[in-house]
T-cell receptor, first 115, second 115 residues
Framework: GENVEQHPSTLSVQEGDSAVIKCTYSDSASNYFPWYKQELGKRPQLIIDIRSNVGEKKDQRIAVTLNKTAKHFSLHITETQPEDSAVYFCAASEGPNFGNEKLTFGTGTRLTIIP | DVKVTQSSRYLVKRTGEKVFLECVQDMDHENMFWYRQDPGLGLRLIYFSYDVKMKEKGDIPEGYSVSREKKERFSLILESASTNQTSMYLC??????????????FGEGSWLTVV
């Protein structure tokens, strides 16, 4: 099955600087790569996703890049703010199967923004 | 707005007890999932279901079973709870994917402590 590795496990960044979280995946058939943000005591929520036919996607201060050849994708957060402090999870899907969406998650990155 | 509701936020059970974790979604989603979240291990898939009365094992099904008698409800069962099942349990749902990738929506989570 799919295996997703995520680095770093913890990341501290000065407010206003950029943060980058990286993930690699093992199954070349994976074609959907979402990122989830989980604030303390809350549910994970989707913040951005990318599909295999796109190399980069941006939404305001958040961007995701995908390198299918190398099987890695990254989350970039620019101009970080205190509310960006959370745990971030990357994930990869194993592809369509009877219309299912089964995600394999990375182990998470705890991002702390230092005021 | 999608709502995934987990009936119990906090539970304390004794070793050997049978435990039921209930999850209900109100968006007529075909797919439902149970994940377990542990520090440093991320979110690991226990079981998922893509239709009523259908179930598929995830990555860590041992010690768990599930039930999906109605489309909106997906139950996780611990037949005989053990201390190593102390964890946060997250239910999620998603529609059948019609393109490459569909968002999955999480519940608030159930914190289970087995003593």
């Amino acid at each position: 099955g799919e295996n997703v590795e995520q680095h770093p496990s913890t990341l501290s960044v000065q407010e206003g600087d950029s943060a980058v979280i990286k993930c690699t995946y093992s199954d070349s058939a994976s074609n959907y790569f979402p990122w989830y943000k989980q604030e303390l005591g809350k549910r994970p929520q989707l913040i951005i996703d990318i599909r295999s036919n796109v190399g980069e996607k941006k939404d305001q201060r958040i961007a995701v890049t995908l390198n299918k050849t190398a099987k890695h994708f990254s989350l970039h957060i620019t101009e970080t703010q205190p509310e960006d402090s959370a745990v971030y999870f990357c994930a990869a899907s194993e592809g369509p199967n009877f219309g299912n969406e089964k995600l394999t998650f990375g182990t998470g990155t705890r991002l702390t923004i230092i005021p | 707005d999608v709502k995934v509701t987990q009936s119990s936020r906090y539970l304390v059970k004794r070793t050997g007890e049978k435990v039921f974790l209930e999850c209900v979604q109100d968006m007529d989603h075909e797919n439902m999932f149970w994940y377990r979240q542990d520090p440093g291990l991320g979110l690991r898939l226990i079981y998922f279901s893509y239709d009523v009365k259908m179930k598929e094992k995830g990555d860590i099904p041992e010690g768990y079973s599930v039930s999906r008698e109605k489309k909106e409800r997906f139950s996780l069962i611990l037949e005989s709870a053990s201390t190593n099942q102390t964890s946060m349990y997250l239910c999620a749902s998603s529609p059948i994917r019609r393109a490459s990738g569909n968002t999955i929506y999480f519940g608030e989570g159930s914190w289970l402590t087995v003593v």
